[in-house]
């Protein structure tokens, strides 16, 4: 097997991987739109698109896995405050998978995007430490160290 047949075939399995969990994620959604929000289904969208984004990093595709990191910080604040999911919210995540979908489907070709503008503004326009439920820990030495 030559290095061009390895990379491609090492390509197309990290498409399929980043496919499969797009897919995960889309059907937790519409669980979640139909059933209700719950914590568990958000956390393993959460986790989900902590997966997703290793797997985009692993492989350099630089604004797949930030739009995944994006998704998996809401999904954490989520996770602490499902009341403030609504269906617009709904729509900008559907719209954000979209375009990851979009950029899979171009690869290896890499396109550059910015999902931020999707982003509610309660995750966008505040710090961690200012968002309920997240907190940021420092390491402060202390004397002894």
Do not use: C
Not at 20 to 45: H, M, P, R, S
């Amino acid at each position: 097997m030559s290095d061009f047949e390895m990379n491609n075939e090492i390509l197309q399995i990290s498409k399929q991987e980043i496919g499969a969990n797009l897919t995960a994620i889309t059907n937790l959604l519409l669980q979640l739109e139909k059933k209700g929000v719950d914590n568990e289904k958000l956390n393993e969208i959460r986790i989900k698109a902590h997966t997703l984004k290793g797997d985009a990093r692993m492989m350099g595709f630089k604004s797949i896995s930030d739009a995944a990191h994006s998704l998996e910080d809401l999904f954490e604040v989520l996770v602490k405050n499902k009341n403030l999911t609504n269906k617009d919210l709904f729509k900008n995540i559907y719209k954000i998978v979209d375009i990851i979908k979009e950029a899979v489907e171009k690869l290896p070709r890499q396109i550059s995007f910015d999902v931020s503008s999707l982003l509610p503004d309660l995750y966008k326009e505040q710090q961690p430490a200012q968002i309920p439920g997240i907190e940021i820990f420092s390491h402060e030495p202390d004397e002894t160290e």
